[in-house]
């Protein structure tokens, strides 16, 4: 308790005007990266980009966003309505206060309130993180399947397939952070990058490594990188979105500022992943540089702005991945995610943890670790590449159409409208004709 | 303490020396249900079966010697044990290996061989009794279509599973690790209820109810560990019954959390009035799990029972404390006359063999609660009852997987009618099965219900002993109309027949009739050895 | 005194002879008769060794044997005889080859197993001998509650009509009385200090307190049901009406007796202040059963329930006998065990030979038949006379102790019983009048059966029991030396003597 | 805030859970209402862990939730199998097994 | 509690805007009435009637949550002692290999049986 003394001591109002601060920030922060994206993206495409509103079209986003007050708010016939008008509010609560945790700075003072930069830390603050991201999944859920429409179902549930697959990815690949940092504080796992890591070589001398979890545990960071594309449902992963699929995914059906609370959502997720990569492996507010190179670097207000421009980089990382790459086929994401991040982070983890316990413990050689490190990596070849595997065996039972019900399968097969009555009238003898089967005695 | 999480400059944990050797029988099943596991995932389809049924064997056969290596060693410790900061033991003992638990994981191991040795089964019925693949949906074309496949080779290493998790159950020291024990064996009863190869709708309905009301009750029973965990700041069975004996803590507490408690136990035993998943679960699943949960999971409940009520519970040999004794006792003592009274009177009324041996399940369940309340030197009775109980249970169940027509099994007990004709020697061997159910000299059926009644009349338990009496006259009832039908009854049309059994069902049915006999003339050994086993481990 | 093991003998004789009948062939039925008869004749001379070799004057178990069994439950292989036990021995040793023969051809239906038939009259025979030789309280329960089982099966594989029903019935109230036998049991060994030997039970002396009156009840409970005393009788009509007529002679000569034999080897000595205590109590109930048995068989229109209601009011009678706490009555009882045995064993398989002939038991189905059926129209009437304790039968020396006991005892018992009686002269001579005498039945003529007398197998079948009822009506001595020392025994160890020194006298077996 | 409040509190919802179980008719719903219950019982433990000031009861929490997940797993499976053949969740739609 | 507390305050903070958002949507927002509009959208045609339960959709979507779920049930278990690895040592290393294999038979398991493909 002692590393977070100084969480908790802030008064009310210091409380309120940093809430109100990170709200705003995001909100901008969000507007700005729109363009950003806009603006990048048309880079790339050698095209202008927004250049209307505002200095470099910096006001298009805002502009955006007031258009979409002043339309029409739809409920369609079908929906679920008070479910379809929490799911947005479920969204962008959840977006916004997994950022209550994120550090942007050491200890500052303001108005003669010595207060950390961030709004609070907790004991298991990354746990937060995740647990609002989580939550946030329910906004998608939620909404698509309160829509009462096709489409919006199809993509909510792939969204949330997709969520779900990579937050074990992304879960994984923090497990190695926390090994090495001994906590789950945010602001301590910072702390914990500060120091560079002395590698010794034996012969060759030693060097020192800056601290950054991104170097020390690359192969993590790499998880996490991927994993929080799939997380934010981004490009290339961005399948329940996919407009020449399924139109609009989950939010086909929404309009107006609901709409617009998606879609803030979704860009406020874009900045937390990319402050928790920040804070998780690039060192979070520390400056960007090994050393000391200005001793001033780290202390004051100036941390805010390393913050800030790293985040900057990483979402010009989203971008770039937009801009570059097409989309995955649905198959081929979540085979990426369950068949190479999981196995690849598990294994991942029991060789740092073997290696950790090498150095600790001096009855543990490195024998020990080659060994036990060694055979799991065998079985593991082993099952992967076990020669007799056998072909897929095709589902015995055809998914569609059974008993007449609608079965919204992969290949999606939309009846036409003249036989929706013949539809229904078929469910009838249907339903009927199926708790009488099988009656035995 | 408010944070779960330690931080990294804790110091250092103590670590529990574990005795490997008394934990090899748990480990090895456990470990052996992973390999099969590992097993179904890289053997092809047609060697699987073979090799999951080595494996399953051997694994359990190693278990029970290595159980009955620790027994003769005299193993009666603690398995975690660990010096605390002082240099005095401490104790963590979440796995007690004591007499009485040591034995009943050799009952289980023993059992469940036999148990596996049916589902093993796969000649009298084509491909075994076990579907091929569970998610295909009953009664649909695709399901006609994989009638012929050799059944899923899965049910092996859920089945050690769960009979690992029954071991563990009887030697749980701690309600956690016992709440964790009952719910890995109870998870893949569940599935394997719902597992049949024929009448796969009544076999998915039995799943369903079985699962949801165990669901129900395990979590009766982990509320039940919650508040005795707010009671005596201990989940430990020892630190609980130190918590009874100066008891200055909330005996509402206490109460409402044995209540809950007893509420998830009574369940897996399938006494009344918890037991009315049991004639549609046992009617509905395929006939060798059904042997199995009649066999092992009333060992594994009863079991239990034991352990929770003679270590936490009991605090025997302290008057002052005596009263919690006097506050569940009574409530027991009804459930156990209800349980009796029911189990007997439903079953004359019914006319399926698997839900009439249901509910004999049912009013031997209160026989065993008869045991369970005596306490103390009971102890013993009732572990020879289990035994007795279980392999004759197992033997009638096998004989009912053999009494076949073109539907598969003919549990309706008018299909039954006059086969005593057609295989005398079938006849023969469920008619010794069903005297000893009644309760007849020279049968294991006598033998255990003198056991328990003797030994609860010792405790002074005069009224369920004369309801236990009474109740098993009633009960003899439905297994007489069994014997009546198997040899005075006139057989019916298109009866069906008894099928060949092989090496399998046979061996079940001959291990089972021999205890059942042996049992019966010769108990002495049998006593030593539930004797022998001596009194549960509280302190 | 020999040390030949002849108790163990004559249960593992038959057994054995059971094993074997069992394992001949369906085919060969002639076989496995012969074998059946064949072991229980040698039952029956072992037994007659062993009646010599019986020292009468001894009032302790003779020819005991001890092997452990089980221990933990005081449970042994304890067997031993006194003069009680070795005359229901030698009773069982005699009707059962009796028996095996009367049946010879009563399996002989199709889809019947005739060695089975064989192999289940051994066992029972077998199961009833350990009875009363086991000298184990619980050795005793097993026997009695394993006895069950042949008798079950024989009634309800091998009866008449309703013999399924009559079968369950018989199972279910004989295990009802078995199990709170149990119960009781249970409470002896835990009352007693974990010993169930009976001649160490005796030698402690009885439980004290109110349990003995609760452990008496119990154990009178299943004897009362297997004896069978009103109110508990139902079962036994139907049985009897439904057993093959040589297994109804058996339910009723000699398992019954089992009932009134337990009352005098274990409620008697065990418990002997509850014995006096609800000897009032016992004795109504025998009182009703002598009056209402033979009221109710005055009634009977089938000749088999008729005989089996008969039996109710016997066993009526040696309730009186025992519950009299007289050495006389108590002689009497026992005597009257063995001459009931001859007497109804002898009824019944002669009921048996004419329903066999007739196709039926219905009295309505007979009359007249006795011109065409000289020889078995006597014995039949022998039997009748029997029944009614006619002087010179065998049980008119019983009845005579019986009512000679009560009297001295209480006289108003001995005049209901005398009332008894005059009934059972009512309703055995109107039998014999309505099936054998008047005028013949035209129905009769059409049955070539009932032309036919007795055959040779049937005069050896009746002979030895007619000889019997006859020889014990006139010169009962010799069984009386046997019996009469050990009924005293038992009287002394319930703590009474006999009352009036008057009917000293005229006891007859009082040497 | 006394932690009372929170054994009150959790003591209602395994009520209302239970009595959900009984009362309500699909298999889905009543499983839920387990998994309702089995979480009254991780808040209990919680608080109890609290006032006892012991960790036991956190660690529980986990092995609590192990088991719900494992319940949930098994449960899902054997309900989906059963509404792929009867196309129904209703407890009372199954009902082969009744005499 | 002090700790919480701010998170309490973002909380409310962002859901009072979001709650003012959708309520202000309509108010704002013109409303025409037209009866397509409010069909679900499916490109112009009748939509897919929908059953009264919601619709039933492929396994794969249930097979992944249990997936999820029992990986979750890993990553819970894995933080703890990740966080505590350093006390823990070489005991807790063991006793987590030996917990990762466990969840690793399961994991091949469902690899081998197609769990992992999604058609």
Sequence with gaps: MNELSAFGQDPWWLILAKGVVVFILLVVLTLLAIWFERKAVAWMQVRPGPNRHGPFGLLQSLADGLKLAFKEDLVPKGADRI?????????????????????????????????????TDLPVAVLLVLATSALGVYGIVLGGWSSGSTYSLLGSLRAAAQVISYEIAMGLSIVAVLLTAGTLSTSQIVAAQQAGQEINLGTLGSFTIPGWYALLLLPSFIVFAISVVGETNRAPFDLPEAESELVGGFHTEYSSLKFALFFLAEYINMVTVSAMATTLFLGGWQAPFPGSWWPGANEGWWPVLWFFLKIVVLMFGFVWLRGTLPRFRYDQFMRLGWKVLVPVNLLWIVVLAGIRVGSNEPAFSASWIGLIGGSFLLVLIAIFFWPTREPYEAPLEPDTGLGGFPVPPMDLKIPPSSRTKQIEAEREPAAATGTVTGKED | ??????????????????????????????????????????????????????????????????????????????????????????????????????FLMAVIGVLGIIAVLLIAERRVAAG??????????????????????????????????????????????????????????????????????????????????????????????????????????????????????????????LLAGLAMLSVGL?????????????????????????????????????????????????????????????????????????????GAVMAVTQTDIKRLLAYSSIANAGYLLVGVIALGEAVGATLFYLVAYGFTVLAAFAIVTLVRDSNGEATHLSRWAGLARRSPRFAVFFTLLMLAFAGIPLTSGFSAKFAVFSSALDAGQVGLVIVGVLSSVVLAFPYLKVVVLLWLSEPVEDAPSVSLPSFFTGTAVAAGVAATIILGLAPQFMLNMVEGAGMFLAK | MSSFPFLSALIVVPLIGAVITACVPRTKPGQAKAIALGSSLLVLVLTAILCVQYVAAETDLQFTEHYPWVPDWGLAFSFGVDGIALVMVALTALL?????????????????????????????????????????????????????????????????????????????????????????IIGLWVASGHNLDWQQLVADGPVQGDLQYWLFLGFFAAFAIKAPFFPFHTWLPDAGGAAPAGIAALLVGVMDKIGTFAILRYCLPLFPDAAQAFAPLAMTLALIGVIYGALVAIGQTDLRRLVAYTSIAHFGF???????????????????????????????????????????????????????????????????????????????????????????????????????????????????????????????????????????????????????????????????????????HTMTTVGVTDPAPTTDQVATGDN | MTPTYYLVLAAALFTIGAVGVLVRRNAIVVFMCVELMLNAA?????????????????????????????????????????????????????????? | MELYAPIVVLFAIATAFAVFSVVAAPLVGPRRYNRAKAEAYECGIEPTPTSAGGSRFPIKFYLTAMLFIIFDIEIIFLYPWAVAFDSLGLFGFVEMVLFIVTVFVAYTYVWRRGGLDWD
């Design chain 3, 96 to 184: 059962t080859p009796i028996v095996i023969l009367a049946s010879w051809n009563d399996a002989d239906v199709e889809g019947r197993n005739v060695p089975v038939f064989f192999a289940l009259i051994l066992t029972l025979q077998a199961t009833m001998t350990g009875t009363f030789v086991a000298s184990n309280v619980l050795l005793f329960y097993v026997f009695f509650e394993v006895m069950l089982v042949p008798m079950y099966f024989l009634i309800g594989s091998y009866g008449g009509k309703r013999r399924q029903y009559a079968a369950v019935k018989f199972f279910l109230y004989s295990l009802l009385g078995g199990m709170v036998l149990l119960a009781a």
């Design chain 2, 128 to 253: 075994g009794s076990f579907v091929a693949h569970a998610a295909v949906a009953a009664d649909s074309q695709a399901d006609a279509d994989q009638s012929k496949l050799p059944g899923a080779t899965e049910v092996f290493p859920l089945t050690l599973f769960s009979l690992g998790g029954m071991m563990l159950f009887c030697v749980s020291g701690d309600l956690l690790t016992m709440f964790v024990a009952l719910e890995v064996f109870s998870l893949p009863l569940y599935l394997l209820c719902g597992l049949a190869r024929r009448r796969r709708l009544l076999s998915q309905e039995a799943a369903m109810k079985y699962f949801l009301l165990g669901a129900f009750a395990s979590a009766f029973f982990v509320y039940g560990v919650a508040l005795l965990y707010g009671f005596a700041n201990s989940v430990q069975l020892v630190d609980i019954n130190t918590a009874v004996r100066d008891s200055g803590n909330s005996q509402v507490l």
């Design chain 4, 42 to 99: 991780n808040l209990t433990l919680v608080t109890f862990s609290r006032i006892n000031g012991t960790i036991d009861g956190q660690i529980m929490t986990f092995f609590v939730m192990v088991v719900a997940a494992a319940e949930v797993v098994i449960g899902l499976a054997i309900i989906m199998s059963i509404f792929r053949s009867r196309r129904s969740a209703s407890v009372d739609d199954a009902n082969l097994l009744k005499y």
């Design chain 3, 318 to 488: 040696i309730g009186v006998g025992i519950f009299a706490f007289t050495t006389q009555s108590g002689t009497g009882a026992v005597l009257y065990m063995v001459n009931h045995g001859l007497a109804t064993g002898l009824l019944f398989i002669v009921v048996g030979m004419l329903a066999a002939r007739r196709g039926s038991s219905e009295i309505a189905d007979f009359g007249g038949a006795g011109k065409a059926l000289p020889l078995l129209a006597g014995a039949f009437f022998i039997a009748g006379l029997a029944s009614l304790a006619l002087p010179g039968t065998a049980p008119f020396v019983s009845e005579f102790l019986v009512m000679l006991g009560a009297f001295s005892v209480n006289k108003t018992v001995a005049v209901i019983s005398v009332l008894g009686i005059i009934l059972a002269a009512a309703y055995v001579l109107w039998m014999y009048q309505r099936t054998m005498q008047g005028t013949l039945n035209p129905q009769l003529k059409d049955v070539a059966a009932m032309r036919k007398d007795l055959t040779v197998r049937e005069k050896i079948v009746v002979a030895p029991l007619i000889a019997g009822i006859l020889i014990l009506g006139v010169y009962p001595q010799p069984v009386l030396d046997i019996i009469n020392p050990a009924v005293e």
């Design chain 2, 266 to 342: 009574l369940f897996k035993a399938a006494a009344v009035p918890f037991h009315v998943w049991t004639p549609d679960v046992y009617t509905g699943a395929p006939t060798p799990i059904t042997a199995l949960m009649a066999a092992c999971t009333k060992v594994a409940a009863i079991g239990g029972l034991l352990r929770v009520f003679n270590v936490a519970f009991a605090n025997s040999g302290d008057p002052s404390a005596a009263s919690l004794v006097w506050e569940w006792r009574p409530l027991f003592t009804a459930i156990a006359i209800a349980t009796m009274v029911i």
């Design chain 1, 83 to 119: 479910v379809f008008i929490l799911a947005p509010v479920i969204s962008t609560a959840c977006a916004i206060t997994a950022f209550s945790v994120i550090p942007f700075g050491p200890v500052v003072s303001v108005f003669g309130h010595e207060t950390p930069l961030q709004v």
């Design chain 2, 1 to 102: 303490m408010n944070t779960l999480l330690l931080s990294a400059d804790m110091p250092t944990i103590e670590f529990p020396g574990i005795d490997y050797l008394a934990l090899s029988p748990l480990l090895i099943v456990i470990g052996a249900a992973c390999v099969g596991i590992l097993l179904e995932a890289v053997l092809p389809r047609g060697r699987r079966y073979l090799a999951q049924l080595v494996l399953t064997i051997a694994a359990l056969v190693a278990a029970v010697v290595l159980t009955i290596v620790n027994i003769v060693d005299g193993t009666n410790n603690p398995v975690f044990s660990m010096t605390g900061p002082t240099g005095e033991p401490v104790r963590v003992d979440a796995v007690v290996m004591d007499g009485p638990g040591m």
